[in-house]
């Protein structure tokens, strides 16, 4: 499963839905085959199928050539691309860029690329059952269909060249854009063979290159869409300008589930360039000339809150709930390979908090709405649902509803849902303008649909030399598969995503016992993906207790983890890989630093992360390093790999580091980066990526780093000071050397240079 | 023992007496000297609008935020507990709407209840007790035109003995002493009318006054600092080392009237409520009569005094956007979460980018080697206030640590202030609890 | 009716003194590359450059800015500074979803101006102020030691199939 930023990586070419895979897909994967199920899969993405619409075509530019979705060539021989996910940071543009202009014949820096418009038809992922961008599954969806999209252009180019030519096809050649025929020497531009290519009846066959002959697909590519990223050039949601457009901003409800009881808008009417004030049952919106108009019309706003069944609610209630019924609430058994065996019995357990998705770019969506018409402006993974939503809201026909994804600032699994679109909407309907809602950064965290909290009972039974012979797990949490996509569920109520990887492990442990208890949050706080939801606790903990039971061996937790391998030879691969790259014992530390081991095959890659900490005496942690050994097959563009690893154990880096989304009185208490502390550029350590270099299926990326990334600290942190973290964010109290440490004067930490390197 | 029963009964009595000495009331009306916002010609209505403003009625007896104008229910957490503020509308069976113009004339400069009951001195009889009648019963008549609120009144949370509301008659005995203002013929107009303002009206002294073991206001050391619920009162006499003698008086005025002085500092905490909610209403000649009166309080240094440094090495030694001339090296925690979150508005050299409210160089808290205000801002922000509803600084204590704010707040006073702060993440801890 | 000087090119604009810049140029000039992130000077994304310093648009009331010279990210590229720290952008592919890299660029752009030369911890002074989401902060720093010294900085982190870690 994935959430986050996709890539090109994450590629599984056969869909296998035994066991194992299933559960290796887990959450979003399933959820969406699932949907995929619904028998729309026969018409979509298709090498073949055109833009058939002259209407569509003619907005589109009427392209001179356009031999499928996602092709376009024009006179000129400019080529433009047309992407069928959304981009978000994953750099799915440039993978896919990458495929179709690998069989295309043309150089990444000879193309555009474009938002996909809706259609399901010509761009759903029929695994996903639509056009819809999450669940590893775009490079898996595209891989074969895009490689082959850009082999029938190039067929269909080559043929027309050839035929003016009269010479036979085969002996004709294509680089960067041009068709040759080197044994006479002419050659031709793609534009100038551009008409007559288009009339030229589908080739049924093509050809695709061979692997080893790749010119762009396996080398680190630079980023298509980065040259107006760095202009500022680029159209996020939030950039969106319509004519005659009003801006909004929102006030929800701070408490969940509460509703608007009364608003008093006299003062905020009278602020100049406040435009209107208007109402859902549970929030408010101020509609201005622009943003700061509505801001300030929204402070000035008496608004009365029904705060409803959750006026009491702490996270506190939630927590005790939630351990009680890890320890004592029936399960679903997602693993039993019988009888717990004798043998010294360990036990631990885990807390893991609610997480905010704090996306750079604060949720928003611009909407029009007219008696037969809904027009939406958004960075959206999931186009289809939202304009599923607004038909639902308006009551127009899906036709009717129509929407031009954007470029995504940030999505870690935000942009899956649909909420702020169907308040946009709902607001939109009321006015006859074009409306953009913008949340402020505050509405943005306190309406997250976080991670959800979990709490994890774990337990091994260890045989005389220390080495599990059984292991127990009992995850007890909420269920963001249940309402994305109920029939998802395993038919025993089984959430895959809450077992994964921990149902499956890479070490040889003969038997287990893994159960999930289903532990449903109140009404209005609402669970959602995140960048990983599943494995980024299961690892945490499982990883923990792997060095607990390590320590409890009085072994090295890199020899520990070894012996434990040898039937996984992946896994034992990336260990080795990371364990020599950061030099693991090879020298002694400084006291107080110490180095944490993580291993794990989440999203269908392997990664172990090694993470050095220093912690001070008043427990304070600093990163050091951190090494990453990753084997996640066959590459599509090196760079970005490095890039989505990088990234992700940042994310995963300044969760565990920083990030609770605690409640009081029903609502979140953070609301901005001031108190939902987010890791900085001098926070962050250096971290290296070494590959694995494979021709194995790829594997996932975007969210292998952030599972990885907090069981290595707090591995790390346990080495550097003895003390085991059985809760995230890292509490930094209970790292204090000693109670003297915080009576004196904080000192400079022992230096931490990053060109320990 | 007949002699000793004698001698008991005659210390009694001689303590009877020395206690209603003590507690004796001033009977005089009292007169004000003339307040440039509340002339005498003026409507009453009209004056007792201006003189509940420069009383600062509304801080105390209004919730902020949320609360009804004076329906009371402020917290003031004090050593021994904590208190209510009472509800001070005009409504009859929750307010004061069936108190006699007697009844609240004694309340206010005498600290007794309608009801005989002594009020805690954290109501500021203390400095009221100067107000003339007159004014007070214009307060009065202002409170009862504004909307009656029924609101019930909160229990006081306080611990024996000082749930003992009696007690304060001894309290009073010692520190409190009733007694109207009385002009100083011998100092201008302008200066008496600062004094009131000052000394009575802005009960300045209740926050900037050092305190004596038992709660009791120093004279003799007045508005020379104190610590307060958290927050330090700054030294506020003529003192032009300690306290405000090198302001010049359009600093003075700028600082009361807007809660900023460039170069001086920017007022946060329950100075900028008091700047809020009163000292912002000062009309300017009354803000300049309060000046005037300010400059000639006796020079004091005041206990932990601090000795500003307007010309801190390390900041001048520093650009706006690039530290220069620290002793902290890269390293520094302080200097990181400085690097992070705090340099893009108030900047390297201190002077402030976006607004001059967020300028450092100069200013007491840096140079405050125990942090308290720094660490306080650090924890809970500060503004936006009336004046400048745009301007405001974020709370960071929410996610960050104690060492966090302390690391930081030593790296502010190194830095800004060219001393070595003496913050530990346990004193954090405290001032944590103290809010 | 105030006057902005907006890369180059005088803006009248009619809109409160307390406006913060950042809605000026985005709601009301239209030069929508700075972006919002979070409104209380914590996030860096609406870095733009006054007189060549960076400042935060989003807590910058227009009324305070006088006549002094705003710089955007649409126009940075313009200053030898943020003519190449814009390559080096590109060279090391430092962006992801690229929302914060408007505010990145401009951050570094105005550092190299002031240090052409700068160590880890000039560009800590620097960029901290900066978040990035995504996770750039590598590449971040890579490609301004890249813009400052021509010396190309690794893109790649070693790839490598050493013995053990084959399958
Ligand atoms: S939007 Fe200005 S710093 Fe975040
Ligand atoms: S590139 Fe996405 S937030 Fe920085």
């Known amino acids: ?184 020497g002419r050659s031709l531009g793609f534009g100038e063979v551009a008409s007559e290519a288009a009339k030229l009846p589908m080739p049924d066959k093509v050809q695709l290159t061979d692997p080893k002959d790749f010119k762009l697909i396996g080398k680190p590519m630079r980023r298509v869409d980065a040259a107006d990223k760095i202009k500022g050039a680029t159209q996020f949601g939030i950039d969106v300008r319509i004519p005659g457009m009003k801006i909004a901003t929102v006030m929800a409800c701070p408490t969940l589930a509460g509703k608007l009881a009364a608003v008093d808008d006299k003062a905020a009417r009278a602020v100049p360039g406040v435009v209107d004030v208007l109402r859902l049952d549970n929030a408010v919106a101020v509609v201005g000339d622009h943003f700061w108009a509505a801001k300030q019309g929204l402070q000035a706003l008496k608004i009365t809150w029904d705060h409803g069944v959750n006026a009491n609610l702490t996270t506190q209630q939630l927590r005790d709930a939630l351990a009680d019924s890890a320890r004592h609430g029936k399960s679903i058994v997602a693993r039993d390979d019988g009888p717990q065996p004798q043998g010294t019995l360990v036990q631990s357990e885990y807390q893991s908090p609610m997480l905010a998705h704090a996306t750079m770019e604060p949720l928003n969506a611009t909407v029009f709405v007219t008696a037969d018409k809904c027009e939406i402006w958004t960075g959206t993974q999931v186009p289809a649902r939202a304009v599923g939503e607004a038909a639902r809201i308006t009551g127009l026909p899906q036709d009717k509803v129509v929407l031009h994804n954007q470029y995504l600032g940030g999505g870690f699994g935000r942009r899956l849902e649909t909420d702020w679109v169907e308040q946009a909407v709902a607001f939109a309907k009321q006015v006859s303008y074009p409306l953009k809602v913008i949340w402020t950064r ?222 009081k009185d029903g609502a979140f208490e953070q609301s901005n980066f001031n108190d939902y502390r987010n890791l900085r550029i001098n926070e962050a350590p250096v971290i290296e990526v070494h590959r694995v270099i494979n021709t194995e299926s790829p594997g996932g990326l975007g969210e292998v780093g952030t599972a990885i990334t907090a069981p290595a600290l707090a591995n790390a942190i346990f080495a550097a000071t003895g003390v085991r973290l059985y809760k995230l964010p890292v509490d930094r109290h209970l790292l204090v050397q000693s109670p003297d440490a915080l009576k004196s004067v904080v000192s400079a930490a022992v230096h931490a240079g990053r060109d320990v390197a | 023992m007949t002699r000793f029963l004698i001698i008991v009964v005659l210390v009694a009595l001689l303590g009877m007496g020395a206690y209603f000495y003590l507690n004796r009331t001033d009977t005089a009306e009292g007169t004000a000297p003339p307040i440039a916002g509340a002339p005498s010609s003026a409507d009453v209505l009209a004056r007792g609008e201006y003189l509940t403003k420069a009383a600062d009625c509304i801080a105390c007896h209004t919730v902020p935020g949320t609360g009804s104008a004076f329906a009371g229910g402020v917290a003031f957490k004090l050593p021994f507990g904590t208190i209510y503020s009472p509800n001070i509308t005009a409504d009859e069976a929750s307010g004061i709407g069936n108190w006699s113009d007697n009844d609240f004339v004694r309340a206010v400069r005498e600290g007794i209840r309608n009801d005989g009951q002594h009020l805690y001195p954290a109501f500021p009889y203390t400095s009221y007790t100067q107000l003339s009648r007159s004014d007070v019963l214009a307060i009065k008549a202002y409170l009862f035109s504004l909307p009656k609120i029924s609101q019930a009144n909160k229990a006081n949370d306080l611990s024996f003995p000082y749930n003992q509301r009696w007690a304060m008659g001894f309290w009073n005995a010692a520190f409190f002493k009733s007694q109207r203002f009385t002009p100083d013929p011998s100092q201008s107009q ?236 346990d004193e954090v801890a405290q001032r944590r609890k103290q809010l | 009716m105030l006057s902005l000087s907006v890369n180059g090119q005088a803006y009248p604009v009619d809109v409160p003194d307390d406006m913060p810049l950042l809605w000026v140029l985005r709601d009301v000039i239209g030069l929508t590359g700075t972006k919002f992130g979070c409104g209380i000077a914590q996030c860096g994304a609406c870095t733009v450059h006054l007189d060549g310093q960076a400042v935060r648009s989003c807590v910058l009331p227009v009324g305070s800015i006088g006549n002094r010279a705003i710089t955007t990210i649409e126009a940075v590229g313009n200053t030898p500074s943020g003519q190449k720290i814009q390559q080096a952008w590109l060279d090391v592919d430092v962006v992801q979803c690229g929302y914060c890299q408007s505010g990145q660029i401009m951050s570094a752009a105005a550092l190299l101006q002031r240090t052409p030369n700068p160590n880890d911890a000039d560009i800590d002074a620097a960029m901290s102020g900066n978040i990035c989401r995504c996770g750039t902060y590598v590449r971040i720093r890579a490609a301004i030691k890249q813009a400052a010294t021509g010396k190309q900085e690794i893109l790649q982190t070693l790839v490598s199939a050493p013995e053990g870690a084959k399958s």
């Open chain 1, 1 to 184: 499963m994935k959430i986050g930023p996709d890539s090109p990586q994450d590629k599984h070419d056969d869909i296998d839905l035994g066991r194992r895979h299933a559960l290796q897909a887990g959450g979003l994967a399933i959820a969406f085959l699932w949907v995929g199920g619904t028998g729309v899969a026969s018409a979509m993405i298709n090498a073949r199928r055109q833009p058939g619409d002259a209407a569509a075509a003619l907005a589109d530019g009427n392209p001179t050539f356009a031999p499928n979705a996602f092709i376009r060539i024009d006179t000129s021989g400019a080529v433009r691309l047309v992407m069928p996910s959304a981009e978000m940071g994953q750099s799915i543009y440039t993978g896919c860029s990458m495929l179709l202009a690998e069989e295309l014949g043309v150089g990444l820096d000879q193309i555009t690329v474009e938002h996909s418009p809706p259609s399901d038809e010509l761009y759903g992922i029929p695994a996903l059952g639509g056009q819809i961008t999450g669940g590893s599954t775009s490079t898996r969806a595209t891989w074969t269909v895009l490689r082959e999209a850009g082999a029938v252009a190039r067929t269909l180019l080559v043929s027309a060249a050839a035929t003016k030519w009269h010479v036979d096809p085969a002996t004709c050649t294509v680089d960067r854009g041009v068709v040759h025929h080197t044994p006479s």
């Open chain 1, 442 to 663: 505050e509405e943005d965290i306190r309406h997250d649909r976080v991670r959800p909290m979990y709490h994890d009972v774990i337990s091994a039974v260890l045989d005389a030399n220390g080495r599990p012979v059984w292991y127990g797990y009992r995850t007890s949490g909420g269920s963001v598969l249940a309402r994305f996509a109920p029939p998802a569920m395993g038919k025993d109520g089984m959430d895959s995503d809450a077992v994964e990887c921990v149902a499956e492990i890479p070490y040889d442990i003969p038997k287990g016992k893994v159960e999930w208890i289903r532990h449903d949050m109140p009404p209005g706080l609402v669970v959602g993906w995140w960048r990983g939801v599943g494995p980024t606790h299961n690892l945490f903990v499982f990883e923990s207790f792997m060095d607990e039971l390590a320590h409890h061996a009085g072994k090295d937790p890199l020899e520990y983890r070894r012996a434990l391998l040898q039937k996984s030879p992946r896994a034992l691969g990336v260990l080795n890989l990371a364990a020599e790259k950061i030099g693991w014992g090879s020298q002694p530390l400084p006291a107080r630093v110490g180095r944490g081991i993580a291993l794990g095959e989440p999203f269908g890659s392997h990664v172990c992360a090694i993470v050095e900490v220093e912690v001070t005496p008043q427990g304070e942690v600093r990163l050091r390093r951190a090494v990453v050994g990753l084997d996640c097959g066959i590459a599509v563009n090196a760079s970005s790999i490095e890039a989505q690893v990088q990234g992700g154990l940042l994310f995963g880096l300044s969760a565990a580091m920083f990030s609770d989304i605690t409640i």
């Open chain 2, 190 to 425: 302008q200066w008496n009318s600062g004094k009131y303002l000052t000394i009575a009206l802005g009960h300045c002294a209740e926050c900037h006054t050092p305190r004596n073991f038992g709660f009791g206001l120093e004279h003799g050391n007045e508005l020379a600092g104190e610590e307060l619920q958290g927050w330090r009162a700054y030294n506020i006499t003529s003192d032009p080392q300690h306290g405000i003698g090198a302001w010049s008086d359009s600093d003075i005025a700028s600082y009361l009237t807007t809660g900023h002085a460039d170069g001086r500092g920017s007022a946060a905490g329950p100075m900028a409520e008091a700047v809020e909610n009163s000292l912002r209403f000062l009309n300017p000649a009354d803000a300049a009569a309060l000046a005037t009166y300010l400059r000639t309080v006796p020079a004091r240094e005041g206990k932990d005094p601090i000795t500003i440094d307007a010309t801190a090495a390390p900041t001048l030694a520093s650009n706006n956007a690039a530290p220069g001339g620290d002793n902290a090296n890269a390293d520094n925690p302080g200097l990181k979460l400085f690097e992070g979150a705090c340099a893009s508005c108030h900047q390297w050299n201190g002077k402030g980018q976006q607004t001059s409210y967020a300028s450092l160089l100069g200013t007491r808290g840096v140079n405050d080697v125990h942090g308290t205000n720094v660490t306080q801002i650090l924890l809970h922000g500060a503004g936006p206030h009336a004046l400048a509803p745009n301007i405001f600084m974020p709370e960071f204590g929410n996610a960050y640590s104690d060492t966090d704010i302390a690391s930081l707040t030593n790296y502010v006073i190194g830095h800004f202030g060219n001393k070595q702060g003496n913050v530990t993440p």
